[in-house]
């Protein structure tokens, strides 16, 4: 592995690929320091993934303790939420409001240890979008409040639980990307009909899901949202190993490659499945889904995509990493457009001005209003969430994320 990093960021790595795989012959890099690797994986959110690994460190008394209270508590989380997100969707389908749940049990049922996968809120989608506000009036009656009423209204609603959870009530899948055909596709393909919906229990909760095919989607979708943003950590990648890591029925992966031919983000799905191969332990053994045959990862069917060079898979996966070093992205990130130069930035201030303000964006008289406002909210929100990082090095920093995007687009997928 690529000095690119750390012997604390190489033993992590490590503990990820021994927690997926039932290889008993485990490496083991040599000179790293524990107190950081713990570091590192409590600010990604994974400890209890690799629970059963890194107990066997030479922990301290304060991490241990750490480490204990960290799996009592997710596993809690993911019972609670869970069983608060099925009275949702059986309230929902008394009223006829079809809806799925995204990320949480739906993914953590594939994990060696479901209960292992943390959660922070409960992402319900509804089936059909015109369903938003009948579903709002159930949420009422049932003891829900609306907690903002602003943020991404033309994507998701956020919502207070009885319980103190936070909903995601959402009316689209993912947040609006700055290509209409890419979204209107999204879009259409996520109407769902009743056929289109799995019911399926985890740990004896039965709830609403997407069948595999929508589900891969919809993960790789939110991987590459969260990457044009600020990135996202290691957990999101640990999803898309334990989602792989099993048998993965033929028709579905097809219809799943035809999503992504349609959408062209072959080169994303290239450079995210061939770093978990490479680094975070996707299987590559006969009988899994996936396997490398030279330069390409196959499955029974044909093939899955290009395995991409290691030299971006080692810069992805760096920039993953780093996303959630220090518990939060770093003061001078800031989004990653397709293109760099100043043009990609003005390009990308009127999408997020599009995004605030979906309904007032379409009279073009006000849209120098609505620039100075997008701006102002951008600078206050530079001084509360970034501490006044300074503009230039923003917008270096989004240059050098923008050149990463742009070559993982260009890998042929």
């Known amino acids: 592995m690529n000095n690119i990093f750390s012997k604390n960021e190489i033993r992590l790595l490590e ?22 690797v713990f570091s590192i994986a409590l600010h990604h959110g994974i400890l209890p993934v690799i629970y059963k690994k890194i107990k066997e460190e030479d922990l301290s008394g304060e991490e241990r303790e750490i480490l204990e209270a960290s799996v009592k508590t997710t596993a809690s989380d993911f019972f609670n939420l869970s069983m608060t997100a099925r009275r949702i969707t059986s309230l929902f389908k008394k009223e006829g409001i079809n809806a799925v749940i995204l990320k949480g049990a739906s993914i953590a049922r594939f994990y060696p240890v479901p209960e292992s996968r943390r959660s922070k809120d409960i992402d319900i989608l509804l089936a059909d979008p015109e369903n938003v506000k009948k579903a709002e009036s159930v949420l009422i009656e049932a003891g829900f409040k609306r907690t903002e009423k602003e943020y991404n209204a ?16 959402h009316t689209i899948l993912v947040e609006p990307f700055d290509d209409k055909g890419f979204n209107d596709y999204i879009n259409k393909r996520y109407i769902l009909r009743e056929e289109d919906i799995l019911h399926e ?34 957990k999101l990648l640990c999803d898309w190993v334990a989602f792989w890591n099993r048998d993965v029925k033929e028709d579905q992966i097809k219809n799943f490659l035809s999503d992504v031919e349609k959408c062209g983000q072959k080169g994303f799905l290239s450079v995210v499945t061939s770093t978990c191969i ?23 069917g044909g093939t ?25 992205p770093d003061d001078e990130r800031m989004v990653a457009m397709k293109n760099t130069g100043f043009m990609a930035l003005v390009k990308e201030f009127h999408h997020q001005t599009k995004l605030y303000y979906p309904k007032a964006s379409k009279a073009i008289i006000t849209l120098p209003v609505l ?8 600078l206050i929100n530079n001084k509360r969430v970034r501490g006044g990082a300074k503009l230039s090095s923003i917008v270096k ?17």
Do not use: Q
């Open 154 to 169: 033309n994507h998701h609603e956020v919502w207070g639980t009885p319980d103190n959870h936070v909903l995601e009530l």
């Open 304 to 328: 899955f995509c290009a395995l991409a060079d290691e030299k971006i898979c080692e810069d992805f996966l760096y920039d993953i990493i780093d996303t959630e070093r220090n518990g939060k």
């Open 15 to 36: 503990l990820i690929t021994g927690s997926f795989s039932d290889n008993k012959t485990e490496k083991k890099a040599a000179g790293y320091d524990i107190k950081e």
């Open 371 to 378: 620039y100075v406002i997008v701006f102002v909210r951008f």
């Open 201 to 234: 229990k985890v740990l004896g909760i039965e709830l609403p899901m997407l069948f595999d095919d929508r589900l891969a989607f919809h993960l790789l979708l939110h991987m590459m949202m969260d990457f044009y943003r600020h990135g996202f950590g290691l």
């Open 397 to 413: 920093e989004a240059d050098r994320r923008s050149r990463l995007l742009r070559r993982i687009n260009e890998t042929e997928g």
């Open 278 to 300: 490479r680094y975070l332990g996707l299987k590559r053994e006969n009988g899994c889904t996936l396997n490398i045959d030279n330069d390409k990862i196959i499955y029974a």
